[in-house]
């Protein structure tokens, strides 16, 4: 079975902290996403990676960055939490430049005091 | 700049009866997501439409593309207590990486 794989489900979080979300897959995608679901405002794209070392920002990178060393790994960083980045972070994987269908990770809820 | 919306975005509806979600998108787009979320999990693919006139259904659920339109609909038969979720559509771009999301119907079906 596929699986898209996020290390946390719960996160809790202060103000100026660093904040690493780590998310795997096991099904040798090249393509992996991070996005964050809000509200009233569906997904929206943070970064997403097509390659080892290889990124792009999507619709909302401010206040974030990423990491993919290993191409089944992609982590999203906060550089320094701040409580408008308290929200629910989805990381989602796909296979190659088809536009396939994504497979998406359980979630971490991300909350900022 | 690519948009997709959703109407209803709140659907609150008896068992058995039938109804559609309609998803409209902004600009040409040649591959239509649909994808269902489960309260406090995470998203999981229902259809994927591919070309105009793609028609796909899995149980009580039948999604249909018309590009032309720049619409795709979610029809729901005989709706069951179990359908209550919500439901997104998304669009992409064949040789792209980028999927807009609309911001989601809420279902929910009462008993």
């Known amino acids: 079975d596929v699986k898209v794989t996020q290390s946390s489900r719960y996160l809790v979080k202060r103000t100026g902290e660093k904040v690493f979300l780590e998310c795997v897959q096991d099904?040798?995608?090249?393509?992996m996403f991070w996005y964050r679901q809000d509200p009233g405002l569906g997904l929206r794209l943070i970064y997403f990676?097509?390659?080892?070392?290889?990124?792009e920002k999507g619709d909302i990178p401010e206040g974030y960055s990423v990491s993919r060393e290993k191409k089944e790994r992609f982590s999203l960083i906060l550089e320094s939490a701040s409580t408008n980045q308290t929200s629910m972070y989805l990381c989602a994987s796909s296979p190659g430049l088809s536009s396939e269908k994504l497979f998406f990770g359980s979630g971490t809820q991300l909350s900022v005091l | 700049e690519l948009k997709v919306e959703q109407n209803p975005l709140f659907l609150s509806m008896q068992e058995g009866k039938n109804y559609t979600i309609y998803c409209n998108y902004s600009?040409?787009?040649?591959?239509l997501y649909w994808y269902r979320q489960d309260p406090g999990k995470s998203l999981e693919s229902l259809f994927v439409l591919l070309s105009n006139g793609a028609v796909k259904q899995e149980g009580r659920l039948m999604a249909s593309l018309d590009t032309k339109a720049r619409l795709s609909t979610l029809h729901i038969t005989a709706a069951v207590h179990d359908l209550s979720a919500t439901y997104f559509c998304?669009?992409?771009?064949?040789?792209?990486?980028?999927?807009?999301f609309g911001t989601g119907t809420r279902l929910k079906v009462l008993a």
């Open positions: 099904m040798d995608h090249e393509n």
């Open positions: 990676s097509y390659d080892v070392k290889m990124k």
């Open positions: 998304a669009v992409s771009t064949s040789g792209t990486y980028k999927y807009i």
């Open positions: 600009t040409t787009s040649d591959r």
